[in-house]
């Protein structure tokens, strides 16, 4: 009988998760996860495997809870489902936003760096992005039951666009290392959604390329 493990599973995958964030896979080394996690090769090898198996299962929580978090998001009982789309896109605008230390999203490291050659790394990520744009589907579907998207907007084709563009506003924030003047907000009626007055509202300062990204999703793409 083994004995028992005197450290908490949880926290060291939690460490080398932010590790292989902050360095990614390759730029990892073996001595970079033991300072990390405060365990010695031997026990990472005996817990956990190799170095990829470590970072495959970092990868598994980090994308199971970001899953978790954006459905919960989207599926909120509360409010209408148009709402909770356009709550999500500008949530969503404001962390990359708050992302000062430019860490971006570990899936989209990952993909970038090993999806297309590691089959265990992209069917993680693509299990999760299926998620994400069914997740968007069918908000966008309740919106148009409720009536404030058009029925004739095909949901499959625009959760894809948004989920688009939000990966694309990520990758932005890792390029825009400025920060402009916030602007005032302005309340206008949309021409997109007669009877629907759209107001911009911002609590931190937004680059202009990501601003302006997001008035277009809110104000035009969802609406018209």
């Known amino acids: 009988m083994g004995r028992p493990r005197q450290f908490n599973e949880e926290h060291v995958l939690a460490a080398a998760r932010d590790q292989f964030w902050s360095a990614g896979y390759a730029g990892t080394s073996l001595d970079d996860l033991t300072a990390a996690t405060g365990l010695g090769r031997g026990s990472l090898y005996a ?12 990868l598994d929580e980090y994308c199971t809870m ?3 978090m954006v459905v919960t998001e989207l599926r909120d009982s509360e409010g209408r489902a148009y709402d909770r789309l356009v709550r999500h896109i500008k949530s969503s605008t404001q962390t990359n936003v708050a992302d000062t230390r430019r860490n971006g999203c570990l899936m989209a490291k990952s993909a970038s760096e090993l999806g297309v050659r590691d089959k265990p790394v992209s069917r993680r990520i ?3 992005i299926d998620a994400y744009q069914a997740a968007l589907v069918e908000t966008i579907a309740a919106a148009q039951r409720e009536g404030d998207i058009d029925k004739a907007t095909d949901p499959k084709g625009l959760a894809a666009l948004l989920l688009t563009v939000l990966r694309g506003m990520e990758r932005c924030a ?3 290392r400025r920060r402009r003047p ?4 302005a309340s206008r ?4 959604c007669p009877g629907r007055r759209h107001t911009t509202e911002r609590s931190v300062a937004i680059p202009d390329s990501r601003w302006i990204t997001l008035n277009l999703v809110t104000d035009h793409v969802i609406q018209n």
Do not use: I
Request: charged share 30%; glycine share 4%.
């Open 189 to 192: 009626r949309s021409p997109y």
């Open 126 to 128: 693509k299990r999760m």
């Open 182 to 185: 916030s602007r005032p907000q």
């Open 47 to 58: 817990a956990f495997g190799d170095k990829h198996a470590l970072f495959v299962l970092a």
């Open 174 to 176: 890792l390029w825009d």
């Open 66 to 68: 970001m899953t978790d």
